[in-house]
């Protein structure tokens, strides 16, 4: 079974900056997407940002476009996410998500249904 092990996280002042990674770990794991999620108390889970494993192509939710950055590892099956200008808005507990049985699209990347394995989540916190 594929277990997804993030790292990073924790708390930093509005207007600063994380790094969260994500790998696999267990049994083979061949991506077609992975992402992140994220959901804040009394709140449902948000997709946050993707990337298309094909092709590289990164998406991006409206709330962190422009702030947020992903890479990947190709070799690793791995994924890091940039969180920078972080507001108070963006604490959450944070998600990796990986998926191996469907070839997303732009509309469909986004959605949860694309995803088979999640990690246990790691917690950001913004505040002063």
């Known amino acids: 079974q594929v277990q997804l092990v993030e790292s990073g996280g924790g708390l930093v002042q509005p207007g600063g900056s994380l790094r969260l990674s994500c790998a696999p770990s267990g049994s083979t794991f061949n991506p077609t997407a992975m992402g992140w999620f994220r959901q804040a108390p009394g709140k449902e889970r948000e997709f946050v940002a993707a990337?298309?494993?094909?092709?590289?192509?990164?998406f991006y939710s409206s709330s962190v476009k422009g702030r947020f950055t992903m890479s990947r590892d190709k070799a690793a099956n791995s994924i890091d996410l940039y969180l920078n200008r972080l507001e108070p808005e963006d604490t959450a507990v944070y998600y990796c998500?990986?998926?191996?049985?469907?070839?997303?699209?732009?509309?469909?990347?986004?959605?949860?249904?694309?995803?088979?394995?999640w990690g246990q989540g790691t917690q950001v916190t913004v505040s002063s």
């Open positions: 990337v298309r494993w094909a092709d590289n192509n990164k």
């Open positions: 998500a990986g998926g191996s049985r469907v070839r997303p699209i732009a509309s469909t990347i986004s959605s949860r249904q694309v995803y088979d394995y």
